[in-house]
């Protein structure tokens, strides 16, 4: 939804908004003057619109962080989390509009393998700080499921920006092979091969079906992981943080700045 006075009277307490409202709004804090004008006509998603209303007041910074912390939980209670990967929906990419080329560094993460699973992306445009996502939490999964849901969330996103080229970036060779290279083979045998199973085959089928479809418009590239490359080193962080969260469905993360996240 779009920011509008009539929002801005649900959320705000004595002229003011707090800290992690502030932050949820990318707005420095103690405010700036006139700083409703930087918001209004705003996009929110889902969470952000329903997490403003609930931190409105003057509420001391343990109050706000529980009142986050209870959203998520009950956020995860409504949206039992999955044994197996499951195909995306297409979430809000409001931030991403209008913000010609993009580069998406997508990255996976498992605490244990298989153990406990998430992914995340960071998806910079012209001029804009990256926008950071998580989720695809995965109560046991693999690494390799992490990476590939991270690589088909980021063609997801290409296919809502086909009006200009873009770029992925994985550390994952297995998750790109498996979409660009090797799933031609399986395909043209009926999506079979030679000594086993193809584990993962239902994400990969989908993945390469978008894949063929917008290939045209996009570059995917291999980077090497853990090695101080920022995008690759956030989206490593965003999917830490889905499984230290567990959320399934894909969320925007708000931050101050890049060291901050590099941080967690």
């Not at 995965?138 to 920006?161: D, H, P, Q, R």
Request: charged share 25%.
């Amino acid at each position: 939804m779009k920011i509008d006075e009539n929002y801005l009277d649900l959320i705000v307490n004595d002229s003011i908004l707090n800290k992690a409202q502030a932050k949820i709004l990318d707005l420095s804090f103690p405010l700036e003057n006139n700083w409703e004008s930087l918001i209004l006509g705003k996009e929110l998603n889902t969470r952000d619109t329903n997490l403003l209303i609930l931190l409105k007041g003057k509420l001391a910074l343990k109050t706000q962080e529980q009142i986050i912390k209870n959203y998520e939980s009950l956020s995860n209670f409504r949206n039992p989390k999955k044994a197996e990967p499951v195909k995306e929906s297409v979430v809000e990419n409001t931030k991403l509009q209008n913000s010609g080329e993009l580069s998406i560094y997508c990255d996976g993460a498992c605490s244990g393998n298989p153990g406990e699973a998430g992914s995340g992306l960071a998806v910079y445009s012209t001029n804009n700080k990256p926008v950071l996502y998580y989720g695809a939490y995965i109560k046991k999964g693999t690494n390799n499921v992490a990476e590939l849901n991270a690589l088909y969330k980021a063609l997801l996103i290409c296919e809502s920006n086909q009006n200009h080229p873009n770029t992925i970036l994985s550390d994952s060779k297995y998750s790109i092979d498996c979409i660009c290279t090797w799933a031609y083979g399986w395909k043209a045998k009926n999506w079979t091969k030679k000594g086993g199973e193809i584990k993962n085959l239902e994400l990969i089928k989908s993945a390469h079906l978008l894949y063929e479809k917008i290939k045209n418009n996009i570059t995917i590239k291999h980077v090497k992981g853990h090695s101080g490359i920022e995008g690759n080193e956030l989206a490593d962080r965003m999917a830490v943080h889905t499984i230290k969260v567990k959320n399934t469905n894909y969320e925007i993360y708000n931050y101050d700045s890049i060291d901050s996240v590099l941080s967690l």
